[in-house]
């Protein structure tokens, strides 16, 4: 029973309505122009797996050919996509849970716009033969500061926030958020500075690069889809997190292990021994974080059984959980210096495990954090709770085929390229099926999302329905009158939270 008088929960509701308001222009933004940038990833990753299938596919067209098509596919899926979905989630999450308005939304909707302005650039760069050739930081050598500097502007603002706040608790949800949007840059800029500034030997190159790509999904993707799932799980079923402990390992482990990862892709290469199995062995542990992170949160999203199965946002949350503990499996076995990894360093195993990572562990949280976000921003409903499941069924069938299949043929392609009794044609051909059962996935993974950037500008332009209770995809016990997705910001004194 709460304790809070009539008049506590109506100041108390009326903040809340104040920070949604603050935030309504840069979040939709944010998560409209991203829903956008998927949608031509998507397109431009199909065209990269046909022509991978078929490579006289569009050969009259030189900025269609696969190594360009497949690195645009890359950069406007993590750059397009990814940050600023990203962005969108975690300046409203900070602004919710520190109680404050934001008092710069209008610098960070200009920073978005410049964004997206340089990610267009570097895309129409790398379509026009001007990319770099380094996997994930494809975009020419010039747009990087540019990014960090509009980074920069996004981002203060939501550390100042957190900074300023009111005594008190630091919920763990927090502490992923603000370490995401710690890292970030780190990462960003020592990779930038290493490669394109210092420069030096080729290969130690390509291990910061390929230290890189595993710093960005395991310190800035993972980080982001955690802090939201910690938020969503409690807050909606009205349960504490289940397992402070397990919430602080999953923390800490992922703190430690995550920026050792990456460089196992250089294994026989003639870098310092020791790199590679260190990178392995990182790559192994971060099985240890996602199993912490996935085992507390899943526990407490089954906690509440009615909610679980009506809710929209607690639906996707906990799948893009389940894909984080698929990944963390996945890295282990993958990644084992002396059997697996031979197998999969130089074959399409890696393009799975990115999928895996962005659009099934990462972009699923997101998507259950904008399904619960829009309505609070807009003041409206979803509606349509068909497109939702419709959203919901392709995205998981489509997004799970692709980074089964990548693994698997990729695993297959290993084993060829191992074998020195067959030709590397055989060991191309071996993933030849997987590659189009990929490009079917894929297909339906874009008409997915089409719904759902349908049904986002529905939102942007507040036709959605008027209610007092959240768009549910089955029945369930309304426990409070915001409904079983209820709008307090922490699921009472039980809630994990970190001094």
Same mark, same amino acid.
């Given at each position: ?5 009539p008049s506590?929960?109506?100041q108390?509701?009326?903040?809340r309505?104040?920070?949604d ?9 944010f998560?409209?122009?991203g829903?956008?940038w998927?949608?031509?990833?998507l ?12 490579p006289?596919?569009l ?5 269609l ?7 645009a596919?890359?950069?406007t899926?993590v750059?397009?996509?990814?940050c ?12 919710r849970?520190?109680?404050q ?8 909707l200009?920073?978005?716009h410049a ?9 129409i760069?790398?379509l026009?033969?001007?990319?770099t050739?380094v ?5 020419p ?7 960090l500097?509009?980074?920069a502007?996004?981002a203060?603002?939501t ?5 300023v706040?009111?005594a008190g ?9 603000v370490?995401a ?10 990779a930038y500075v290493?490669i ?7 290969l ?11 710093g960005?999904?395991y ?5 982001s889809?955690?802090a939201v799932?910690?938020?969503l799980a409690?807050k909606?079923?009205g349960?504490?997190?289940?397992s ?13 292990v995550?920026p050792w ?6 294994a ?6 020791f ?6 062995a990182?790559? $192994?542990?971060i &099985?240890?974080p996602?199993?912490a992170?996935?085992?507390? #949160?899943? *526990?407490?999203? /089954? @906690?509440a059984?009615?909610k679980f199965?009506?809710?929209p946002?607690?639906?996707f949350?906990?799948a893009g959980?389940i ?10 076995l993958?990644?084992?210096?002396d ?15 990115d999928i895996?990572?962005?659009?099934g562990c990462?972009?699923f $949280?997101m998507? &259950?954090?904008?399904?619960?976000i829009?309505?609070r921003? #807009?003041? *409206?409903e979803? /509606? @349509?709770k068909?497109l ?8 998981m ?17 290993g084993?060829?390229q191992e074998d020195?009794k067959?030709s590397w044609?055989?060991?191309?051909a071996s993933a030849y ?11 339906f ?5 089409l719904?759902?950037?349908?049904h986002l500008?529905?939102?942007?332009m507040r036709l959605g329905?008027r ?7 089955g029945h369930?016990h309304?426990?409070?009158?915001h ?6 910001d922490?699921?009472g ?7």
């Amino acid at each position: 029973m709460s304790t809070e008088s009539p008049s506590s929960a109506e100041q108390d509701a009326i903040l809340r309505t104040a920070i949604d308001r603050s935030m309504r222009h840069p979040v939709m933004f944010f998560f409209t122009s991203g829903a956008l940038w998927l949608a031509l990833s998507l397109i431009l990753g199909i065209i990269a797996v046909a022509k991978m299938v078929s490579p006289e596919l569009l050969d009259g067209c030189a900025a269609l050919t696969q190594g360009r098509v497949f690195a645009a596919h890359i950069s406007t899926l993590v750059y397009g996509w990814g940050c600023q979905a990203a962005f969108g989630v975690l300046i409203w999450l900070v602004a919710r849970l520190t109680r404050q308005e934001n008092r710069a939304s209008g610098i960070i909707l200009a920073a978005g716009h410049a964004w997206n302005l340089i990610v267009s650039v570097g895309t129409i760069a790398i379509l026009a033969g001007y990319g770099t050739g380094v996997p994930w930081m494809e975009f020419p050598d010039m747009v990087w500061p540019a990014l960090l500097t509009t980074y920069a502007l996004i981002a203060i603002w939501t550390m100042i926030q957190f900074r300023v706040r009111a005594a008190g608790e630091v919920y763990v949800s927090q502490w992923f958020a603000v370490a995401a949007l710690i890292w970030f840059p780190w990462i960003v800029a020592t990779a930038y500075v290493l490669i394109f500034l210092v420069g030096g030997n080729p290969l130690m190159s390509a291990a910061v690069a390929t230290w890189f790509r595993s710093g960005l999904t395991y310190l800035f993707f993972v980080p982001s889809a955690a802090a939201v799932a910690y938020y969503l799980a409690p807050k909606i079923t009205g349960r504490p997190v289940h397992s402070y402990s397990l919430s602080l390992i999953g923390f800490w482990t992922l703190a430690i292990v995550g920026p050792w990862a990456g460089m196992q892709k250089m294994a026989g290469a003639p870098i310092p021994f020791f790199l590679p199995y260190l990178g392995a062995a990182a790559a $192994v542990f971060i &099985g240890v974080p996602t199993a912490a992170i996935a085992i507390s #949160t899943l *526990r407490t999203m /089954l @906690s509440a059984p009615e909610k679980f199965s009506a809710s929209p946002s607690l639906r996707f949350a906990s799948a893009g959980v389940i894909c984080m503990l698929l990944l963390g499996v996945a890295s282990v076995l993958t990644n084992l210096p002396d059997s697996t990894l031979p197998i999969s360093q130089f074959s399409i195993t890696s393009y799975g495990m990115d999928i895996l990572a962005i659009y099934g562990c990462f972009s699923f $949280v997101m998507f &259950g954090a904008m399904y619960f976000i829009v309505p609070r921003v #807009t003041r *409206r409903e979803w /509606l @349509s709770k068909r497109l939702i499941k419709w959203h919901f069924l392709f995205s998981m069938y489509g997004v799970i085929t692709v980074a089964v299949l990548s693994v698997l043929g990729g695993l297959l392609h290993g084993q060829g390229q191992e074998d020195f009794k067959f030709s590397w044609d055989s060991a191309v051909a071996s993933a030849y099926p997987y590659l189009i059962a990929t490009l079917i996935a894929w297909c339906f993974v874009l008409v997915s999302n089409l719904f759902f950037c349908l049904h986002l500008f529905f939102m942007w332009m507040r036709l959605g329905r008027r209610s007092l209770h959240p768009t549910l995809l089955g029945h369930a016990h309304l426990g409070n009158p915001h409904g079983p997705e209820g709008d307090i910001d922490n699921a009472g004194p039980g809630s994990v939270i970190v001094h």
